[in-house]
């Protein structure tokens, strides 16, 4: 296989569990966030194909690297992107960040500790939030809240699919410890159902991860653009609702997925608490100046 394109899954933004550049965000945003998308799911797909030797995987992630910062020939995959960052004056360090989350793919299988998988979201999940930031100009303070809901969002499809990442690219990205601490072990990822000690061990990480997304609560209220505002409030209850069922349902055996109907419920029940909290900025704001 000689490109990235031809490694392709043929999965688009419309597959994701959680929006992607939706119509909640302005015109102009939505193009280099989608560019970034492409190039990010070029680069996974590149990863996770299930019969390139690893040499091979690792010299097209390269060669994405390459053609994004321009030091390398030219890639359809990486082109937009670059074009994007070129016309808003930004850096490809978030996209490089990525790159280096899909080489350990390649590399790694295994976590051993819930810090080892944290080390590993600052690079395949923090990113991408910082990116959505970046394009809409906001504050770079807004990283403390936005690194947990993507590291939190990276961590719930991990949980979804874990069984589906064990049995077709032999991955594993809950932690060792965690699966010792209740008894648990890789191969029973294998189950058709959780035996209660992997039950346990999903549950914790994700009470975990619910601390996660209790962090990231005030960063739809602290960015400035009201359109990814709602965007945020929507993904952030979507996440919530996630987790929920994370907790009570097996992902072995149970739908823990949303479904389109789900994605739309809690999204916009989301965007209502957005709305919400965009018409009681200004008397927040108030209060604060009159103390």
């Known amino acids: 296989m000689t490109s990235a394109t031809a490694a392709r899954s ?14 909640l965000l302005s015109e102009e945003h939505r193009a280099p966030i989608l560019a970034f998308y492409r190039f990010a799911r070029a680069a996974d797909d590149v990863a996770d194909h299930p019969t390139l030797e690893a040499d091979r995987k690792l010299a097209l992630l390269d060669h994405l690297g390459e053609a994004l910062s321009g030091s390398g020939p030219s890639d359809p995959e990486a082109e937009p992107l670059r074009r994007a960052l070129r016309e ?3 850096a490809p360090r978030h996209a490089h960040d990525l790159l280096d989350a899909f ?4 590399r790694k299988s295994r976590y051993a500790s819930w810090q080892e998988l944290m080390d590993y979201c600052r690079l395949s999940a923090m990113p991408v939030g910082r990116f959505v ?6 504050d770079e303070a807004t990283w403390r809240t936005s690194d947990p809901l993507c590291t939190a969002l990276q961590v719930i499809n991990h949980l979804q699919d874990c069984a589906k990442d064990y049995r077709q690219l032999d991955r594993v990205y809950l932690p060792r410890e965690t699966l010792a601490s209740y008894g648990a072990s890789v191969d029973m990822l294998a189950d058709d159902r959780s035996p209660p000690p992997l039950r346990a061990a999903i549950g914790d990480l994700a009470r975990r991860t619910s601390a996660l997304l209790d962090a990231s609560a005030p ?13 945020i409030a929507a993904i952030q209850t979507l996440a919530e609702q996630l987790v929920r ?5 097996d992902p072995l055996s149970e739908r823990v997925h949303l479904g389109k109907a789900g994605l739309a419920a809690f999204g ?9 909290s965009v018409i ?12």
């Open 245 to 249: 069922r994370l907790g009570a349902r």
């Open 219 to 231: 960063l739809a209220r602290q960015v400035a653009d009201i359109r990814l505002s709602l965007e």
């Open 88 to 90: 808003r004056g930004l």
């Open 10 to 23: 043929g999965k688009t933004h419309h597959d994701e569990n959680f929006p992607v550049a939706s119509w």
């Open 268 to 276: 916009g029940l989301g965007v209502l608490r957005g709305l919400a």
């Open 133 to 138: 930031l970046d394009v809409h100009a906001e």
């Open 280 to 291: 009681f900025r200004p008397l927040a704001a108030k209060r604060k100046d009159h103390k």
């Open 103 to 106: 080489r350990l793919d390649v």
